[in-house]
Nanobody, 122 residues
């Protein structure tokens, strides 16, 4: 069974930076989309950033200009570089992988990581 394992979460002050990484336990054939989601307490899971194997990316309006998603050449690892962090970025962050060429809905992702907590102190 394939596992996605996130790393890099923790506590950071507002205005700081943090990098999250997600690696697959083995090569996932036919994965074409990698994404990052987050879920804050009492809120729905929301899309943060998406990257396709073709290199297309999209971001939630709330993180545009502050977060950057990137992947390795084999598309087995995805990172999320977060800068200018705000208290409202506090959430559990999940990486996800989908076989569809484009996936923006959580239900479209077949594989999920266990989540990593990001806490931004104000």
């Amino acid at each position: 069974q394939v596992q996605l394992v996130e790393s890099g979460g923790g506590l950071v002050q507002a205005g700081g930076s943090m990098r999250l990484a997600c690696a697959a336990s083995r090569t996932i054939a036919s994965i074409n989309t990698l994404g990052w989601y987050r879920q804050a307490p009492g809120k729905e899971r929301e899309l943060v950033a998406v990257m396709t194997s073709g290199g297309s990316t999209t971001y939630a309006d709330s993180v545009k200009g502050r977060f950057v998603i990137s992947g390795d050449s084999g598309f087995n690892m995805v990172s999320l570089q977060m800068t200018s962090l705000k208290a409202e970025d506090t959430a559990v962050y999940y990486c996800a992988a989908a076989s569809k060429p484009w996936a923006s809905l959580a239900a479209e992702y077949e594989y999920w990581g266990q989540g990593t907590q990001v806490t931004v102190s104000s």
